[in-house]
C-alpha cells in the first residue's frame, strides 16, 4: 500500500498492509457518550442550496420528473461535471449534468427505458434504441429468452413479482470508504494482484467468469478515475483530510449511482469511519464544527437528489421515488465499545438542518447498551421526525460482526465482503389459495400452479388444506428459484456492476435473498381453519371465490398467542426449506426477507378473498405486520408477535411498521422519548425482533396532508422498510397508511 | 382459586402511571360517571375478554419484562377494587418478580379487601372526580366522602399517589373548585403529581353500540388550551401534567 505518510498519523496495522476498513475503524475511532448540544445550525450555503433545490422539487412534484436524459446511456464518465450552485457546494458531484436529471440505463432493458421515458412525455433516441435492439443485447432480453411458461404465468399472475428482471438488481453496497481510505491507484494493484491470485492450474467457468469480471472492476476505477477529475480531484491518492474523505466516500457513492440504477442503491456504513478525519481536523484547528456540520448536511443532501427513471407500474409498486441510500448509524463494537460518535449526531441533526426527508433511509443500529443520550436523542428525532428505522445490532453482530451494513431496508450484510442476489417477494396469500384451487387462479380462473387437486367440499379443513399448501408452496419455490437463477445469470453477464463489485473483496460472498409476502394472512387463514368452521363460496366455475366462516373464532397474529403465531414461525422455516431444497446460482446462501414495502397494497389488489375473513383486493398488511387493526392487545403484544419470527430463517430481514399518536407516546415529550427509548430497548433483545420502523403521527395530521399536499412536502413517514414523502404515495397507498394500527389512547 | 375479570388487555399503556406499563382493564364498576368512555366495563358480568387467575396475569405481563422493567404494571377499569382480593394476589406475585404495581382506582371501595390489596401496591392514580360536594353523586352515583377517605388512608400508609381529574367543560371546569383540587394536592404529601385528564368524546359510539343514552350530548372535548392552562394553574400546588 502506498499510503502518502497517512499511516503514520492514523493507529492500526493490518489496515495499512492490505484491505482492512474495520481494522482502520477500530484502531481510530473516539466514541462518544454526550448529546446533541454541540451541533450547529446549516450554513449559509448549505441553505441557499437546499432552498434551490426546494424550488426545482415543486416542479418536479408537479410533471413526475424534472427532467431527463434521452440518448446517451449512463455510465460512470457519460457526463462531465454538474452542479447545483458550484460556489455555494463543498461536497460536488452529480449523476447526470444537471440536478434532478434522469439519466437512462438501457443495459438493464431498453423497453423499461423507453416506456419510462414516453410516460413522462420524452422520446428515446432511435439511434440509442437501435444500438441496445440491433447492436447491445439487454439484460431484460437476456432474461426473457430463458424464462420458461411456468415463470412467465408465475409473473403474470402476480404470484411472483417485483423481479429485477428490467433494470439493474441492486441491493449492493460497493465499500465507498476504501476510495478514501486508499485512494483507487492502491485499489487497482489490489485488484491486480487477485487477478494474479486466480491464475490456477485448471480454470473452471468461474474462474474464467472472475477473471473477466476483475479485470472489468479495474477498467470502471480507471473510468472512476476521470469522473472524479472531471471535478478537479486526484482519488487515485488516499485522502488527506476531512473535505477529501467526504469527498471521495461520496464520489465512491456516486460512481455506483451514475453505473448502475439498481432497485436500491445503499450507502453502507461511514459514520464512524468519517468522523474519524472529522476529528483529526478539529483537534488540528482546521476545520470548525460549522464546517464539519456542512460537510455532512451537503453529502447528505447529495443522496436526498438521487434519481432513477422509472415506470409507472414501478412506482405503483415502490411509491415516492425511492433509491434507498440506506446508511447505517451507530451500533456497538465487538469490543463492547459503543460506535456512536459526533458524526452519528451530525448524520442525524440533517434532518432538522434541511427538514425531514424518506432519503438517505437512515438505519440507526439499536443495542441497549448505547449511550443513553445517543438513544433519547434518535428517539426525539423519531418524535419530531418519523424518518428513521432502527434495527437490533445485537442480533445482527453476533453473525456480521461490527462492520456491516444494511442494503435496501433490512437486509444485512459485511460491507465489502458481502453482496447479494436480490430477488423481490412471492406472495404466499396467493399461494395459499391456489392450494385450494389445484392451482387456478382465484382472479382469473387460470390455469397457473400445476393441475393438483384441489378442495372440492364445501368446507374448508385444516386437514385437507395443508399437504396441497405444502405442495404448492414446494412448486412456488422452485419456479422462484429458477426464475432468479435465470435473472442473476444474466445480470451478471450483460449488466454487471463493475464498480460497485470493484470496491468489494475479490472472493466476495452472496446471499440470494427471496422474499414472502402476505405471512399474517396465511397464519391467520391457517388459525381460523384450525378454530372454526369455514365455508368455501364458489362461482359458477366450481372456483373458490370467497370464504364465510360460520362458526368459532381465532385470535389472529399480532396478540401474542402462542398458537397463532406458532404458525407464522412454521410457515417461515418451512417456505424455507423449500427454498433451501434448490441449488443457487453461484453458490450463492439461500436467505429470505418478511418485506413488504409499499407493495403491500398491490398484493392485495392482485388477491382473491382470504378465509381470515380478508376481502378480495383488500391490502395486505406492510412486511411482517399483524393485518390492520387485528392486533388487539397493543403494540408490545404485536412486537412480541413479531419477534417470534427466526431471524434464522429469514437472514434477510423482518421488517415490522410502527405508528403511534403523540399522546399514545406518552403525556409530554420526556415521557415520550422514555417509552419509545424503552419500548427499543424491550424489542431489540439479542434474541428480539430485528427491524422496526417508527411512525409517531396523528390520524388528522394525514388526512390534512391528502387534502392539501402543498402543506406537507417533506412529510415523511416509515412504510414497510423505507421512508417516504406521504403526499408521492398514490392515493390507494395513502388510504391503506390510514388504515393501519396507529396505536392511540382512549 | 380468585379468578380475575378483565375486560381487556394494553400492553403498551404510556398513560397510566410511569413508563412502559402492561396495563389490564377490570371488569365492573360501581360508579356512573357521566363522561365515562368505558360503559362496557360497567358491569361487573359484563362480556369480558378474559378470566385469569392472577398467576396467570402475572405470567402475561411477566413476557414483557424487557419492555416493562423501568414501567411496571397497572390495573385499571372498570374499578378494580371491586375485585379487591384479586388485585392483592396478583400485585403481590408482581412485586415478587420486581415489577412496579400502579392502581387506577376511585377509591370507591375503602375498607376490608380494598386496604389489603394497597400493601402490595407502589402507586395510586386516585381519580378525583369532583369535590363539590353537590356535584359528585349527580357526576358520578358516588359519594365523595370514599374518594376523600382513600386519600387518608394512602396518606397513614404512605403510599405514593398521583392525582387525577377529569375535566368537562361546564361541569368540572370551574376554576374555583378546580384550585380546590390543588389545595388537597398540596395538603397530602403522598401526592407526588397532578394529572389533568381532558374530557373527550371518544367512548361516546359506545354508548350508541350498547344503546344508552349519551349524558354528555352536546357537550364539546376540552381544549388543548384550557387543559393547558388549567395545568398551569395547578402547578402552583403540585407538579401538573
Redesign the interface.
Known sequence: MVLQNLQNDFKGSNWKHEIDVRDFIQANYEPYDGDESFLTAPSARTTMLWDKLSEMFKVEREKGVYDAETKLPQTLDTYGAGYIDKDNEVIVGLQTDAPLKRGIFPRGGIRMVESALKAYGYELDPATKDIYTKYCKTHNEGVFSAYNDDIKAARHAHIITGLPDAYGRGRIIGDYRRVALYGTANLIEEKKRFHKRIDIQEFTEEIVRCREEITDQIKALKQFERMCASYGFDVSKPATNAREAVQWTYFGYLGAVKDQDGAAMSLGRVCAFLDIYIQRDLKRGILTEEEAQELIDQMIMKLRIVRFLRTPEYNDLFSGDPIWATTVVGGMGVDGRSMVTKTAFRILHTLYNMGPSPEPNITILWSPRLPQNWKNYCAKVSIDTSALQYENDDLMRAELGDDYGIACCVSPMKIGKQMQFFGARANLAKCMLYAINGGRDEMTGEQVAPMYSPIEGDYLTYEEFMPRFEQMMRWLAKTYVNALKIIHYMHDKYDYEAFEMALHDGDVQRTRATGIAGLSIVTDSIAAMKNCKIRIIRDETGLAVDYKIEEGEYIPFGN?CDETDAIAVELTEKFMEYLRQHRTYRDAIPTQSLLTITSNVVYGRATGATPDGRAKGVPFAPGANPMNARD?????????SVAKLPFQHSRDGISYTFAVTP??????KD?QK??LT??M???F?PN?GQHLNVNVFDRQLLLDAMEHPEKYPQLTIRVSGYAVNFVKLTREQQLDVLSRTI?N?? | MTKGRIHSIESFGTVDGPGIRFVAFMQGCPLRCQYCHNPDTWDPNGNCQYELTPEELVQQALRYSSYIASGGVTLSGGEPLMQAQFVKEYFQLCQQEGLHTALDTSGAYCSGRALEALDYTNLVLLDIKTLNPQLYPTLTAGKLENNLRMLDVLQERGIDTWLRHVVVPGLTDDDEWLNKVGELAARFSVVKKIEILPYHTLGKFKYEKMNLVYPLEGVEPLSRERAQEIRERLSAYKPCS
Open positions: 401474542d388487539i392487545k397493543g403494540a408490545v403484544a404485536a412486537l412480541a399522546a399514545a407516546l406518552g403525556k409530554d415521557a422514555v417509552n424503552n419500548l430497548d424491550g424489542y433483545t428480539g396505536n389512547c382512549m
